[in-house]
């Protein structure tokens, strides 16, 4: 007997006894992040890690860390803790509520063959923290989801950065799949549509429906990021599934930071100027958040009503994240099993 065949002998029990009761896949989600607590200090932590991917802001790194500690840091946080306090909930950050009960759903859903576990880009809990649990677990095929149905560079592809980042300190890889893309998975976009056909049923057809997906900088799209046809698509879905007249149906994107040129059009101008036009009934959602988050619940349901009213909007309406849905778990669950 070689000795590496002897010594193989001696810790293959060890091996097996320690994975007997391994779960057979794990299943990794993933979601941009929310700070610990909605104050300044938690705020410029969390600012610091998200404004200092290369994915997210693409600047010559010296230039940008100048700028990112010098100015933004100094201002940023205070603000955005404030926006944070508005929407913060007993429990937590309604991003990190709404997307643990989307794990706790899945979970139930996939059984015990499955292990689920929630890992945030930035913040808590994170991807490496969620991974290790998955390596104790003695997981060997891990299914990696972002749930960002559209994909773009700073949100999937920076989330396939933080696995491999972590992989890399793994002596043994596992079987990895990492979903990148559902913008136009048939049950997503079946879930998208019962939400916009419940309220359409509860409150009548409006004049527009505005897809308000998070904006990025052109720059990106001429780079070759794919987000912005992802999102053209998943309107265009939506609105066939629908039977809507496509003249309905508006795609535009929010959240611009920055005086880059975004991706147009922009939310806010759309809805300051659909008054001028005579649209004055309008109902608003937002397909690339999986759950509701600051950027819906503040900027959307609060700040871009203010934009739409004071500029004579009579009716704005927001429809829902997909969040805990039963027709979006099901989306989800269906992703992962395809896998």
């Given at each position: 007997m070689s000795r590496f065949t002897a010594l193989h002998y001696d810790i293959d029990?060890?091996?097996?006894?320690?994975?007997?009761?391994?779960?057979?896949?794990?299943?990794?989600?993933?979601?941009?992040?929310?700070?610990?607590?909605?104050?300044?200090?938690?705020?410029?932590?969390?600012l610091?890690?998200?404004?200092?991917?290369?994915?997210?802001?693409?600047?010559?790194?010296?230039?940008?860390?100048?700028?990112?500690?010098?100015?933004?840091?100094?201002?940023?946080?205070?603000?955005?803790?404030?926006?944070?306090?508005?929407?913060?909930?007993s429990e937590g950050s309604p991003l990190l509520v709404i997307s643990k009960q989307q794990q706790l759903a899945i979970q139930q859903q996939l059984g015990e063959g499955y292990s689920v576990k929630l890992g945030m880009r930035y913040g808590?809990?994170?991807?490496?923290?969620?991974?290790?649990?998955?390596?104790?677990?003695?997981?060997r095929k891990i299914i990696v989801l972002p749930l960002y149905p559209q994909y773009a560079g700073p949100t999937t592809g920076s989330s396939f950065d933080a696995v491999a980042k972590e992989l890399?300190?793994?002596?043994?890889?596992p079987e990895l799949h990492f979903i990148n893309n559902y913008c136009d998975h048939p049950l997503y976009i079946d879930a998208l549509a019962n939400s916009v056909r419940e309220h359409i049923e509860?409150?009548?057809?409006?004049?527009?429906?505005?897809?308000?997906?998070?904006?990025?900088?052109?720059?990106?799209?001429?780079?070759?990021?794919?987000?912005?046809?992802?999102?053209?698509?998943?309107?265009?879905?939506?609105?066939?599934?629908?039977q809507l007249d496509k003249n309905i149906c508006i795609t535009s994107f929010?959240?611009?930071?920055?005086?880059?040129?975004?991706?147009?059009?922009?939310?806010?101008e759309t809805l300051e100027n659909l008054p001028k036009e005579g649209i004055k009934n309008i109902a608003i959602l937002s397909p690339a958040f999986s759950a509701d988050c600051l950027e819906t619940l503040e900027e959307l349901m609060v700040e871009?009503?203010?934009?739409?009213?004071?500029?004579?909007?009579?009716?704005?309406?927001y429809i829902a994240a997909l969040n805990d849905r039963a027709d979006h778990i099901a989306a989800l669950v269906a992703l992962v099993k395809n896998e």
């Open positions: 029990p060890v091996f097996h006894a320690a994975n007997r009761t391994a779960p057979r896949i794990g299943v990794l989600l993933i979601n941009l992040g929310t700070p610990d607590a909605p104050t300044t200090p938690a705020l410029r932590r969390y610091a890690e998200f404004l200092s991917d290369p994915r997210v802001v693409e600047i010559p790194r010296l230039l940008w860390l100048l700028i990112l500690h010098g100015i933004i840091l100094r201002v940023r946080p205070k603000k955005s803790a404030a926006l944070y306090q508005g929407v913060w909930t808590n809990p994170s991807i490496a923290s969620a991974m290790q649990e998955l390596q104790k677990e003695g997981v890399n300190r793994w002596r043994w890889v509860k409150n009548g057809l409006p004049q527009k429906i505005i897809f308000s997906y998070h904006g990025m900088p052109k720059l990106f799209l001429n780079a070759g990021d794919p987000y912005f046809c992802f999102c053209q698509k998943t309107t265009r879905l939506v609105q066939e599934k629908l929010q959240s611009r930071f920055g005086k880059a040129e975004w991706l147009k059009p922009y939310t806010n871009n009503r203010h934009i739409f009213i004071n500029a004579g909007g009579e009716k704005y309406d």
